[in-house]
């Protein structure tokens, strides 16, 4: 979500009509991250890059150039010699130089290239995932005691070893995509309890060496508000887990979905995880087809609206998973790169990758993107009544349904003023009859460039805003701070009350 300001301290009316301004940027930077775990392996056997211009470069400093500012990279406990790894069905996959050796000299790297690190335990020696959580063949015969140990030394030792190099790693995540648990069948998510230990053991090792880094529990299937609930409700409430950070993945092209069906639930399951428990929250893997790099970048951009949606600055990166890769060159096909072959052992970055740079994001609202307005209140959005197209149609809240009536373009007019356009009618907010009257009813009608159809927003302390009319200095709310559906949008005096904020984000 865009972060508009303006100047506090004069009497609205004098704020509304002359100190009115935008600030082009974000409110706080979030982390624009990449995993790079097969680079290493990929270099080794020959392969290099090109920029989207076609000019040839290292991975890093490309990623850099285009926005991206951490790396996530991470460390399997005894990978096989050739790092390979054969799925349970036969396919064959590489790992990337992903043991202690190459962890410590990817980080180094990433660190003199003056990125931000997380490191990534899976603790097994291949990848974990909610299919596969296996124990690491060193462990196979310890108990659950013995894994309490095994956990805290081994976390310790690697954080340990970056520690010795001075790296500092921002974010750590204890476990990867750990729906079904980790160091199965011990940790499993069917005993919470123990689950819980281990994870906790991690969290302490982590601590121990680096106390300022970020601890991150990170699940698979972030657009599932219900697991988040069920997992977060046991580990954190009932069994008394220890973390800083909600962590996520989010691919849509893995559930056979656009991001366009699904990018409000991970919005929702975020700024649930934020609000429900307190924690910060980030994305730690999203990826799409290589084939689309229009569709990749229109994902990224909606993912990083999504997090910097988060009330209170809760949220805190997107990383990609992994934008060097090509299917053509990989055993197991993965198809969520962001390059294209050139050649046999040439890949060339898609425009996919520019979407990290900064510059996309710059100014919010973005006028070519559509928001939903969800009242803090209430929990529901403006909605064109009866998805009507006519002139002076009541704008009223409703359950979010995702209906054309319910999405809403900022397109700026002047110095910082917006009509809020209707995508099913393409008519704007309006007062009715010019009215300064407080109750004054908010309808749908042609825009004629009234000040009535023109409005500000301010964001308040909790990261919600404000919507300000520009003719008469008041604010939206709900008619008698109605929480119902059909309960009818209007302008009233400012109070500082839920009714009257509101959380903007992007859905398309």
């Not at 003719?471 to 009233?492: D, F, K, P």
């Amino acid at each position: 979500m865009r972060r508009i300001f303006k100047r506090m301290g004069l009497s609205l009316a004098a704020v509304v009509l002359a100190f009115v301004f935008p600030l082009q940027a974000y409110a706080q930077d979030i982390a624009y991250g990449a995993d790079v775990g097969w680079l290493s392996q990929l270099e080794a056997s020959g392969y290099t890059w090109q920029d989207v211009d076609g000019s040839t470069g290292d991975v890093l400093e490309i990623l850099k150039e285009h926005g991206v500012d951490s790396i996530r990279l991470r460390v399997f406990v005894r990978p096989p010699s050739t790092f390979r790894w054969t799925k349970n069905d036969g396919t064959e996959c590489i790992l990337g130089y992903c043991d202690t050796t190459g962890l410590l000299y990817m980080a180094q790297r990433a660190k003199d290239a003056g990125f931000s690190i997380m490191v990534d335990f899976h603790y097994s020696d291949h990848f974990a995932d909610p299919e596969y959580q296996d124990m690491p063949q060193e462990w196979e015969s310890a108990v659950y005691n013995d894994l309490l140990a095994y956990v805290y030394d081994y976390t310790y030792y690697i954080m340990n070893q970056l520690a010795q190099k001075n790296i500092y790693p921002e974010f750590v995540q204890v476990g990867n995509e750990i729906n079904s648990g980790i160091l199965l069948p011990y940790g499993s998510s069917n005993n919470f309890e123990q689950l819980t230990g281990l994870l906790n053991s991690g969290y302490d090792a982590v601590k121990a060496v680096s106390p300022n880094s970020k601890v991150v529990t990170h699940l698979a299937n972030g657009q599932n508000n219900e697991t988040f609930r069920w997992f977060f409700d046991n580990f954190l409430n009932t069994y008394g887990g220890k973390t800083d950070v909600i962590g996520m993945s989010y691919y849509p092209y893995w559930i056979g979905s656009s991001f366009e069906n699904t990018i409000d639930d991970l919005a929702y399951n975020l700024t649930d995880m934020a609000q429900r428990y307190g924690k910060e929250v980030m994305v730690c893997e999203i990826g799409a087809d290589e084939a689309d790099a229009a569709g990749s970048y229109e994902l990224v951009q909606a993912v990083i609206d999504a997090v910097h949606s988060v009330p209170e600055g809760k949220g805190l990166g997107v990383y990609w998973w992994e934008p060097e890769a090509n299917s053509n060159i990989l055993p197991d096909g993965y198809p969520l790169g962001m390059t294209q072959q050139i050649s046999s052992k040439t890949l060339r970055f898609t425009n996919a990758v520019t979407a990290f740079e900064k510059s996309a994001y710059e100014i919010f609202p973005n006028a070519v993107r559509y928001y939903k307005i969800q009242n803090k209140n209430s929990d529901m959005v403006l909605n064109v009544a009866g998805g009507s197209k006519s002139d002076a149609a009541d704008i009223e809240q409703y359950e979010y349904s995702e209906w054309d009536s319910q999405k809403w373009q900022f397109v700026e007019v002047e110095d910082g003023y917006y009509k809020i356009v209707n995508k099913n009618s393409g008519r704007v907010l309006d007062i009715n009859g010019l009215s300064t009257a407080s109750g004054a009813a908010c309808i749908q009608y042609t825009y004629n460039g009234g000040w009535n159809q023109m409005w500000c927003l301010e964001e308040t302390t909790d990261g919600y805003y404000k919507i300000i009319n520009r003719n008469s200095g008041m604010v939206l709310g709900m008619s008698g701070n109605s929480a119902l559906e059909g309960g009818l949008c209007v302008q009233l005096p400012d109070v500082e009350d839920d009714n009257q904020k509101w959380l903007i984000q992007v859905v398309q």
